[in-house]
């Protein structure tokens, strides 16, 4: 199965930051990559899909990029609501996996 | 509005079966566009993507847990449906259930989940 790496583990950053994750793939997953965030107590959200594309209701200050095995999300000007888990997710080869997570937490 | 609502018990003894079950409300699991997923996890970890079910029966498995796994779809009910059998206490997880975009792979909806604890 494909193997995603996310780091880093923990990201510390203030409110009007830009927040850079990184996802990288054991094997290529194409764009076939997705991203959410998860707050205590919550479902994970959708943010991104086919590494790029933002799902319906998401802000602009996040985006997505990357293909192949090396993937970033970017959330620009951090809003207080946004410090959260991260996960990054493939679909290119079952099965699904998702990566460890990276925590963003205000600094 | 379209939900989908969780139920089933939060507690199963080890050895035995572990039954969940997701209603889809506002919508019909009779879908071109989606297929319905049961997704898990554990205190403190990640996400792990349990199974897959078309309403035409196509279903994917997480191979480790094949073996013990069944996923069904009721398309009277528009409910779908998890059952793990002969649980340990590895499989204490919070379960979510998930729309899943055909051709897109993401989970574009998820429910509230249900936190089952394996334990005698």
């Known amino acids: 199965e494909i193997v995603l790496t996310q780091s880093p583990a923990t990201l510390s950053l203030s409110p009007g930051e830009t927040a850079t994750l990184s996802c990288r793939a054991s094997?290529?997953?194409?764009?076939?990559l997705a991203w959410y965030q998860q707050k205590p107590g919550q479902a994970p959200r959708l943010l991104i899909y086919d590494a790029s594309n933002r799902a319906t209701d998401i802000p602009a200050r996040f985006s997505g990029s990357g293909s192949g095995t090396d993937f970033t999300l970017t959330i620009s000007s951090l809003e207080p609501e946004d410090f959260a888990m991260y996960y990054c997710?493939?679909?290119?080869?079952?099965?699904?996996?998702f990566g460890q997570g990276t925590r963003l937490e205000i600094k | 509005q379209l939900q989908l609502l969780q139920s089933g018990p939060g507690l199963v003894k080890p050895s035995e079966t572990l039954s969940l079950s997701c209603s889809v409300s506002?919508?019909?699991?009779?879908?071109?566009?989606?297929?319905w997923a049961w997704i898990r996890q554990p205190p403190g970890e990640s996400l792990e993507w349990v199974g897959t079910i078309h309403y035409t029966g196509t279903v994917f498995y997480k191979p480790a847990l094949k073996s013990r796994l069944t996923i069904s779809v009721d398309t009277s009910k528009d409910q779908f449906s998890l059952r793990l059998d002969a649980v340990t206490a590895a499989d204490t997880a919070q379960y979510f259930c998930a729309r899943q975009r055909r051709g897109l792979g993401n989970f574009d909806l998820w429910g509230q989940g249900t936190v089952v604890t394996v334990s005698s």
């Open positions: 506002g919508a019909s699991v009779i879908s071109s566009v989606y297929s």
């Open positions: 094997q290529s997953v194409s764009s076939y």
């Open positions: 997710q493939q679909r290119a080869n079952w099965p699904i996996t």
